[in-house]
């Protein structure tokens, strides 16, 4: 076998490049990409994911968090259509026609991938795939071929869509809620994050929410079924979230200028030096690119481009149409 040639990319050209930000199909809570939520058996991971689902077709807030309206694709493979017709009764009496079900498909092993292929080219609009359970799909249990589990990874990160895999929990307990994921080792490393649905105690009203990500910090949210509305209700975060815009001088003083000047066009270095900050141009344009995501939402948005032997910035600021 002829190996191939290591396809590289020099870390000047990769910082020159226009790449798009990580995509949120809920704001700073689920990012793109390929994702374990695992829970003990009957604890309602399915009411948690249809209410998801359904908040991601319609794009409208789950938890307050504003959502990527999109086609969404839910594989049931444990329920049947009454069942599923009767769970979503309840939540809703308005389902969108882009909230697709499905109770059968093929196994990774046997064309799952080309399945959803498929779906999304029919779709394009595709945003969110749900597989309840990852078991269903995995050939005889066979929980030691990672191989499959990688593809899901591929596909989710090829399409930019984000891909949801239901496990169980072992029994053991483990100081760390992502470690008790059943088929853990290298599981959890084939993916790009968990969400872990656990209760401290059998017949607590509350669960805790435990969130690990590669492009979120770790989170722990409290969350509680509401029974008569069939919710999982947000209660409190025991992480308390900050706003690191709100928290950062520099940002602060860098967004007051662009608000006043509307575009800049230059260097960094001379960028640090007409908003007056004590810190090195190196400095602010990594402060710059990891505040990426949230200047945009303030309707800041930048990009590099090199003229001759220096690298400036074309920075400019569009105030946001609910913004007055």
């Known amino acids: ?56 077709a319609k794009g409208e807030l789950f938890w307050n968090r504003s959502t990527e309206k999109g086609t969404v694709l839910y594989l049931c493979l444990e329920d049947s259509p009454s069942r599923i017709q ?39 609009d595709t945003d969110l795939i749900v597989i309840d359970t990852l078991q269903k799909v995995r050939e005889n249990g066979n929980e030691s071929n990672l191989y499959d589990i990688g593809a899901l990874k591929e596909l989710a990160d090829k399409y930019g869509i984000t891909i949801i895999a239901v496990q169980h929990l072992r029994k053991q307990i483990c100081s760390d809620p992502h470690q008790m994921v059943s088929g853990s080792t290298g599981l959890l490393g084939a993916a790009d994050g968990s969400y872990i649905l656990k209760k401290d105690n059998i017949g607590d009203e509350t669960a805790k929410l435990y969130i690990r990500t590669r492009d979120i910090e770790e989170k722990i949210y409290t969350v509680k079924f509401d029974k008569e509305l069939h919710e999982w209700k947000f209660v409190s975060s025991d992480t308390p979230e900050t706003d690191r815009l709100q928290n950062d ?36 344009s990594r402060r710059l690119n990891s505040h990426r995501s949230e200047l945009k939402k303030i309707g800041i948005e930048f990009k590099d481009i090199r003229t001759g032997t220096s690298r400036e910035k074309i920075i400019v600021y569009r105030p946001p149409e609910n913004v007055q």
């Open 1 to 56: 076998m002829t190996a191939e040639k290591i396809k590289t990319i020099d870390g000047q050209k990769l910082l020159e490049m226009e790449l798009p930000p990580i995509r949120f199909i809920i704001d700073e809570l689920l990012p793109q990409g390929f994702y374990i939520l695992a829970g003990s058996p009957k604890i309602g991971k399915s009411w948690l994911l249809l209410l998801l689902c359904l908040q991601v």
């Open 249 to 284: 001088s520099v940002m602060n003083a860098f967004i007051l200028f662009m608000k006043q000047m509307g575009k800049f066009t230059g260097t960094a270095g001379e960028l640090v030096q007409r908003i007056g900050c004590a810190v090195s141009p190196n400095v602010f």
């Open 86 to 124: 009767q769970r979503l009764s309840e939540l809703t009496e308005d389902a969108p026609p882009n909230l697709k079900f499905a109770t059968s498909v093929n196994s990774l092993s046997n064309g799952l991938v080309g399945q959803m292929e498929m779906f999304i080219a029919e779709n394009p």
